[in-house]
């Protein structure tokens, strides 16, 4: 390139960097009205308010729950199996029925039992008769050997045998009592109120003493197990340890969290806690009356250990988490909102929480808008459920000129 087209090219940029500076040191009056658009005579910004929903922060009771899941286990559980073998005739129960105590669950084939029964019967008839026998003959020597017609050696033969067929007659009797005892083995009898699971044995087959023929679940009333970790054992300890305290427990659906059942009670807290887990087990008792628990199922448990008079609440959507905790949108005197860092104690109920510290009451804080806002954002407060006027013909004019000056060119 000559030296004639380098220098035209250096002089060409300058014209173009003066003329770029000229345009910006003199921006056209179109620019200056689109910067002033939103603002009014004075300068002042007239943004309009962002709409939200604002709650007073309330004072209430509230009451303070320990969370865990649970498992429900039945009061009683009993395998049933038949004291005596020999053949099943019946069964005499509903698989899934309830059954009562001491009915005829199942029978089994007696005539074995009867005959011994029987035979030990006429045993002690036999040894009775015997025992008769030796005593008349003891009576009729007495009065002999005063007179010198007997010894006293026969006679002691005679008190002995009386007293031999004595014990003789003792020992029927107890083998009567066992004979009778297995005998009633043969009907099988529930040792429990209960609800009859699947039968293990059909009728037919021959059972023996290992043979399960059903299972009991004890369903009225019923025990929910559950685990907490260690920290609160102090807080549970000492809840329970309050004279005449009983620390009502509820059940939770897992699914959506609504009560299954309630009326539940704390019965005993475990001695030791598990090393492995840094937990300790608890028992709780439900009257269960209507069978909504059932044995196996895993529920959500709620304990309620104290109740905090004149908590701070409000709904749990108005807090915010923040890269330094939690904090809500609290609406100030002059209608805008400050970031206010707030502790949460704990949750009451499915939507609200309580404020430890952060919060007085009657403050009002905003549920509903917050990704709007800002810290010094004016606000239109509205109450839940209300919705923001419409705007007015002077609003819409006012909105539609400054829209008009900001786009316009001079």
């Known amino acids: 390139m000559s030296r004639f087209w380098k220098i035209a090219l250096i002089v060409i940029a ?38 939200v929903t604002v709650v007073p922060v309330v004072k209430q009771s509230v009451p303070v729950y320990l969370t865990a899941l649970g498992t429900v286990q039945a009061l009683n559980t009993v395998t049933v199996n038949p004291q005596v073998g020999g053949q099943l005739l019946s069964l005499d129960f509903t698989e ?51 007179k010198g017609y007997i010894s006293k050696q026969d006679m002691d033969t005679l008190r002995n045998t009386a007293a031999q067929y004595q014990a003789t007659v003792a020992a029927d009797a107890a083998n009567i009592r066992d004979t009778q005892v297995q005998l009633a083995y043969t009907k099988v009898i529930s040792p429990i109120d209960g609800l009859a699971g699947i039968r293990g044995v059909d009728p037919g087959n021959v059972v023996t003493t290992s043979t399960s023929i059903v299972t009991l679940t004890q369903l009225h009333p019923i025990n ?5 970790p260690e920290q609160n054992l102090d807080m549970v300890r000492t809840a329970a340890s309050q004279a005449g305290a009983v620390l009502q427990v509820t059940a939770l659906d897992r699914t959506d969290a609504h009560p299954i059942a309630s009326g539940g009670v704390l019965k005993v807290i475990d001695n030791q806690i598990d090393a492995t887990t840094g937990t300790f087990r608890l028992k709780s008792e439900f009257p269960n009356a209507k069978n909504e628990l059932w044995p196996g199922q895993f529920v959500n448990v709620q304990l309620l250990v104290s109740t905090v008079d004149g908590g701070l609440v409000i709904p749990a959507q108005a807090v915010q988490r923040g890269p330094d905790g939690d904090y809500v949108y609290q609406v100030q005197g002059d209608h805008t909102v400050k970031m206010q860092p707030v502790v949460v104690a704990g949750e009451v109920g499915d939507s609200h929480v309580m404020i430890s510290s952060g919060l007085k009451v009657g403050e009002q804080v905003v549920t509903e808008g917050q990704f709007r806002l800002k810290p010094g954002s004016k606000v239109n407060a509205l109450k839940p459920g209300e919705v923001p006027a419409a705007p007015t013909a002077d609003q819409l004019d006012k909105a539609k000129k400054n829209s008009m000056g900001g786009g316009r060119r001079h």
Request: hydrophobic letters at 40%; zero cysteines.
């Open 14 to 51: 300058v014209i173009i960097v003066a003329v770029v500076g000229f345009r910006l040191l003199h921006k056209p009056a179109g620019s200056t009205s689109a910067q002033t658009a939103g603002k009014g005579k004075d300068g002042k910004d007239e943004t309009p308010p962002v709409p």
């Open 224 to 228: 929910v197990m559950f685990t907490l």
């Open 96 to 146: 899934g029925q309830p059954v009562k105590k001491g009915q005829v669950l199942a029978q089994i084939d007696p005539r074995t039992y009867q005959a011994a029964y029987d035979q030990a019967l006429a045993k002690q008839h036999q040894d009775q008769a015997l025992l008769d026998t030796a005593k008349s003959n003891l009576l009729r020597n007495q009065d002999l050997i005063t």
